[in-house]
């Protein structure tokens, strides 16, 4: 950029910043907005410690056609009282994704689960009118298996990556199987909130907020029970976080719980339970290399044959690798 296109571009984006707005926006007819107040910060209080299991997973992609996926997936729930971890359970399997008779069929190798079905044109999951990839089924199944093994972690607390907005009826099973263990919360490492005006919501939250650590509630008045969180007094990350609403216990009990595994310089204010949760379930690309090549060093020259089927998927990849 010239000096003159820059100078266009840092007004404009001064301009976006200026105009705050004052309230959440979310493209929901149900959400009714609430202007924003200091009010509605809650000052994380002291609390006992309690028992809480932070879940996350991981996939890669080990093949790929225009009918086929095929994935690995690893999920750990690691639970923690306070700062000390009491168990980690995790699960790896591999997943594959196959189209049959105009439906994704999903069977689970390395563990024992039924198969499940997908619709490739289901709304929840695609565009009105067009076909699911089958690569994209890999995070409805990822989200169902990180319900089961939360389930399976027995904390009074349970913590999800990511929004407790199922994008499906088999991860909509699942949650309602895992609401009925108690309580049940999602924290959103990234999130797209917005204000009325089109301002980033967290940021101009921050700009009103003590110099504390605090949680944010009600953002408005939704069947969704959202909160923003910040666990400590330093940390410059503030979190999204939803809340199963008719979970046993309320926002401050939550945030009480949390603050206190929150405190890791790696990232202060982010609980540390689930750094170690990520970390368990993520899949390394050497990891993807080493299985890729055993797969199709065992299916010997039938290899070939799925080299074919990845020129339905791969053409882009074949694009990157051209010096230009």
Request: include cysteine; aromatic fraction near 8%.
């Amino acid at each position: 950029m010239n000096n003159e296109v820059l100078d266009e571009v840092i007004q404009s984006l001064k301009q976006s910043l200026q105009n705050q707005g004052t309230h959440l926006q979310i493209k929901d007819p149900e959400f009714q907005p609430i202007e924003i107040t200091k009010d509605n910060f809650h000052e994380i209080p002291k609390q006992p410690e309690k028992t809480i299991a932070y879940v996350d997973g991981g996939n890669a992609e080990l093949l790929a056609a225009s009918n086929f996926s095929l994935q690995l997936v690893k999920v750990a729930a690691v639970t923690y009282k306070g700062k000390e971890r009491i168990k980690t359970i995790h699960l790896d399997c591999t997943v594959f994704i196959k189209e049959i008779n105009s439906q994704y069929e999903v069977t689970f190798h390395g563990i024992k689960k039924e198969k499940l079905i997908f619709d490739p044109y289901d709304t929840l999951l695609a565009q009105p009118n067009t076909k699911l990839d089958p690569t994209s089924v890999i995070n409805p199944v990822r989200k169902v298996l990180e319900a089961e093994l939360a389930a399976a972690a027995e904390a009074e607390i349970i913590i999800l990556d990511g929004e407790l907005n199922p994008k499906s009826q088999q991860e909509l099973t699942a949650l309602e199987n895992l609401y009925l263990q108690g309580t049940v919360l999602a924290i959103a490492k990234t999130n797209d909130l917005v204000t009325e005006t089109g301002n980033a919501f967290v940021p101009v939250l921050k700009s009103f907020a003590p110099q504390t650590a605090w949680s944010y509630h009600p953002l408005g008045h939704s069947k969704r029970d959202l909160a923003i969180l910040n666990l400590h007094h330093k940390a410059r990350y503030a979190f999204k976080a939803e809340r199963y609403p008719l979970s046993k216990l309320n926002w401050d009990e939550i945030a009480a719980a949390l603050k206190s595994n929150a405190s890791d310089p790696v990232f202060l204010g982010y609980p540390y339970g689930l750094i170690e949760a990520d970390r368990i379930a993520r899949i390394s690309n050497q990891e993807v290399d080493y299985q890729r090549t055993k797969l199709m060093t065992k299916l010997g020259s039938e290899a070939k044959l799925l080299e074919t089927y990845a020129t339905t998927k791969n053409a882009h990849q074949i694009l990157d690798t051209i010096s230009f």
